[in-house]
């Protein structure tokens, strides 16, 4: 099965700076919307950006607009999240998967391997 796989994780202070990056192996990927999503323990999976295939249109969540960039390099195949201005509450997991059905982009429902993720940690 392919899936992505993400890197780029870290501890940072709060302020702080990551970035995360998705390799999609195969080329498998090339041509869907992919997105970023993070999950804390115990809570929900949640959207935090994604990028569409052809006209390369980002798409933000509330949190994560003004302080994270997406963006994709189909020549390497891979998506980047940088992320600035990190406050302890980015704390989680974050996965990157392909968009695979044609609901709403920040449903998790509609996307489809997904990855190991990497840990993000914030410290105040």
């Known amino acids: 099965q392919v899936q992505p796989v993400e890197s780029g994780g870290g501890s940072v202070q709060a302020g702080g700076s990551l970035r995360l990056s998705c390799a999609h192996p195969k080329r498998a990927f090339r041509s869907y919307l992919m997105s970023w999503f993070r999950q804390a323990p115990g809570k929900d999976r949640t959207f935090v950006a994604g990028i569409s295939w052809r006209e390369r249109t980002p798409t933000y969540s509330r949190s994560a607009k003004g302080r994270f960039t997406i963006s994709r390099e189909d020549a390497n195949d891979t998506v980047t999240l940088e992320m600035n201005n990190l406050k302890p509450e980015d704390t989680a997991v974050y996965y990157c998967?392909?968009?695979?059905?044609?609901?709403?982009?920040?449903?998790?429902?509609?996307?489809?391997?997904w990855g190991r993720g990497t840990q993000v940690t914030v410290s105040p």
């Open positions: 998967a392909p968009k695979t059905r044609v609901g709403p982009i920040q449903s998790a429902t509609e996307y489809d391997h």
